[in-house]
């Protein structure tokens, strides 16, 4: 039971360097997010897809771009990765309107 | 005024007493609570679901929503060092989104 699988786990970048990081969900969500978590800031929304074939930004879009592949699929993609880019990224997917999200375990990005 | 509050914490309590986190939220008609563990280094868990007024109780875990206070509690009996973590409220609005509070962190000592 996968649930929410996220890829890499793990990643160093160079500033400037490109990156897409790839979310996958099993229990046919219809929604997905992305969320960046950093010390002492919570949990930040940054791009949402409430169906397939929709994408919205949220709190902090900027420097970021993001797919919805298909149902299960939803990456996230840093064009000219920051070192204020450097974060842990979630994702997370909910079913319909009144469910909780289920998060992926992380990816984990350091960008020098 | 923030959608969804928590104090930040820390809350120290020693192993064996009760823990209580609270929340409140901004949006008046929210239907949807929830509460969150995420343990240093991982990802968000979810161990509470409440939907109505009143309490609802799961092991040692119980979730209490009071919608005319605007308020949201959990209530961790019998504190174990493993609850040590930091505990996320997360509330849907009317219009379907979901905001988390800043979260809570706890430590029970033994």
């Known amino acids: 039971n996968a649930g929410v699988t996220q890829t890499p786990k793990f990643q160093v970048l160079k500033t400037g360097q490109s990156m897409t990081l790839q979310c996958a969900q099993d229990?046919?969500?219809?929604?997905m997010y992305w969320y960046r978590q950093d010390p002492g800031m919570g949990l930040r929304l940054i791009y949402y897809?409430?169906?397939?074939?929709?994408?919205d930004k949220g709190e902090v879009p900027n420097g970021y771009n993001v797919s919805r592949l298909n149902k299960r699929e939803f990456s996230l993609r840093l064009e000219s990765a920051a070192p204020s880019q450097t974060s842990v990224y979630f994702c997370?997917?909910?079913?319909?309107?009144?469910?909780?999200?289920?998060f992926g375990d992380g990816t984990r990005l350091s960008i020098l | 005024q923030k959608e969804v509050e928590q104090n930040s914490g820390p809350l120290s309590v020693p192993e064996g007493a009760i823990a209580s986190l609270n929340c409140t939220y901004s949006d008046r008609v929210s239907q949807s609570f929830f509460w969150y563990r995420q343990y240093s280094g991982k990802s968000p868990e979810l161990i509470m679901s409440?939907?109505?007024?009143g309490d609802k109780e799961d092991g040692r875990f119980t979730a209490q929503l009071n919608k005319a206070s605007q308020y949201v509690s959990l209530l961790i009996r019998d504190s174990q060092p493993s609850d040590s973590a930091t505990y996320l409220c997360?509330?849907?609005?009317?219009?379907?989104?979901?905001?988390f509070g800043q979260g809570t962190i706890l430590t029970v000592h033994p």
């Open positions: 997370a997917s909910r079913d319909s309107f009144n469910q909780p999200q289920h």
């Open positions: 997360a509330v849907i609005s009317s219009e379907g989104k979901l905001t």
């Open positions: 409440i939907y109505s007024n």
């Open positions: 897809s409430a169906s397939e074939g929709t994408t």
């Open positions: 229990m046919n969500h219809n929604s």
